[in-house]
């Protein structure tokens, strides 16, 4: 499986961005989705995941209620809505996958999009 994350930028606080992650290869072995982001300094951290089959979505508390996760599986694309962005969600943004035989393991790694928000 190979991940490509694009749609990064400058944007100012409060404004929103939405970064589209393409999957190619053997997208049907995908099990879970998700993104991910490394701030400068900082060791990466979960931002959100979902199912690849649908249904259960699941974010880290720190972008809970702005940012949504949401897939389009005929494109084999998975997004990150970020609305109300916030400096301190700068960062290189990442999506991965995780495939069905294991399906705690994230496996494949997009090249990451970065993000910058200023204030």
């Known amino acids: 499986v190979q991940l490509q994350a694009s ?3 400058l944007v100012q606080a409060g404004e929103s961005l939405r970064l589209p992650c393409a999957a190619s290869g053997r997208t049907f072995s995908i099990f879970k989705m998700g993104w991910f982001r490394q701030a400068p300094g900082k060791e990466r951290e979960f931002v959100a995941a979902m199912l690849w089959s649908g ?3 699941y ?3 720190s972008v809970k209620g702005r940012f949504t996760i949401s897939g389009d599986n005929a494109k084999n694309t998975v997004y990150l809505q970020m609305n109300n962005l916030k400096p301190e969600d700068t960062a290189v943004y990442y ?3 995780c495939k069905r035989s294991r399906p705690s393991s994230w496996d494949y790694w997009g090249q990451g999009t970065l993000v910058t928000v200023s204030s």
Do not use: K, L, Q
């Open 55 to 57: 249904g259960s979505t």
């Open 95 to 97: 999506c991965a996958a």
């Open 7 to 9: 749609g990064g930028g």
């Open 59 to 61: 974010y880290a508390d």
